[in-house]
């Protein structure tokens, strides 16, 4: 700093708050020890820079696996917020193990991360720094959730007047949706109305509905689709805890992201058009 300070014509104190972006420093002032620092030929040292500051400029965003196919447009939408907001991201996964959650977490504030974005519901507990979870509550920190209410909404106004029945996999992303509906096996001699298949495979006679984490690449049948928001829900993620590591008042404790619903219009004319509710 004292040589970018030399070759600006300003004192040490002026780079370092030109370079916070202080805006007692006017913008002619920044200009000049930007320009000093480029023709210098240096960068700003982030760690350096958390050092003097006492924040990393560093956040973790930690999932239980990072298997589901929406991991991608989730972290895609945690990066479009923090790259603006000029803070940098790692990315973990506890592996749903009590023991991996603890050794993380420890591994995590001894790298001074600014804050969490956390996935894995099974946690009971989180360090005192700014938090938000995804897909669950915990005391202390901020939640976004899926509008299940909206979500159902939807279904019941694509079926109109008849029944839906609810088929989860093992990876199924919208339970509480689905559960407000019956099972087809309840009733295996109903073959109207629509089946959603969460995380399962539809039947050749099934009027189905796919619950998916991104759209598929194929989708042969253009079966309607309930699309768990991830790209949606990583952005409102990723806002809320950037606002909170400034310390903005008047911020909510729970945000509500409905699920999309894309249907195929067959109409003469329209066929191939996509609509999105």
């Known amino acids: 700093m004292v040589q970018v300070a030399c070759e600006a014509g300003v004192d040490k104190a002026t780079v ?28 700003p040292d982030a ?4 050092l003097s500051s006492s924040k990393s400029g560093m956040v973790a965003v930690v999932f239980r696996s990072l298997s589901p ?44 991360i600014d804050g969490l974005v956390w996935l894995d519901a099974e946690t009971r507990q989180l360090p005192a720094l700014p938090a938000v979870t995804v897909g669950f509550r915990l005391e202390g920190a901020m939640s976004v959730l899926i509008d ?7 279904l019941s106004s694509l079926a109109k007047e008849e029944p839906i029945r609810y088929r989860p996999g093992p990876d ?21 109305g629509w089946v959603l ?18 759209v598929p690449s194929c989708n042969p049948t253009d079966l309607p689709l309930l699309l768990w928001p991830a790209f ?34 067959t109409a003469e004319g329209r066929e191939g058009n996509c609509l999105t509710f």
Request: net charge positive; aromatic share 4%.
């Open 47 to 50: 760690v350096a820079k958390g």
């Open 172 to 192: 199924a992303l919208f339970r509480p949706i689905g559960e407000r509906f019956g099972s087809p096996e309840e009733d295996k001699t109903r073959r109207l």
């Open 232 to 265: 949606e829900t990583g952005v409102i993620s990723a806002r809320l805890l950037l606002n909170s590591i400034k310390r903005q008042e008047g911020l909510p404790e729970v945000v509500l992201v409905p699920p999309r619903l894309e249907i195929r219009e």
């Open 69 to 112: 196919e929406w991991t991608g447009s989730f972290l895609s939408g945690v990066e479009r917020v923090l790259a603006k907001g000029r803070m940098d991201f790692m990315v973990r996964s506890t592996g749903g193990l009590p023991g991996a959650r603890e050794s993380l977490l420890k591994t995590l504030l001894a790298r001074r």
């Open 197 to 214: 298949c969460d995380g399962a495979v539809p039947g050749p006679e099934e009027r189905a509905i796919l619950a998916c984490g991104q």
């Open 16 to 43: 370092s708050r030109a370079l916070k972006g202080d805006p007692r420093i006017s913008l002619a002032t920044r200009q000049r020890v930007w320009e000093a620092v480029k023709r210098l030929g240096y960068e």
């Open 148 to 154: 299940h209410e909206e979500g159902a909404k939807k």
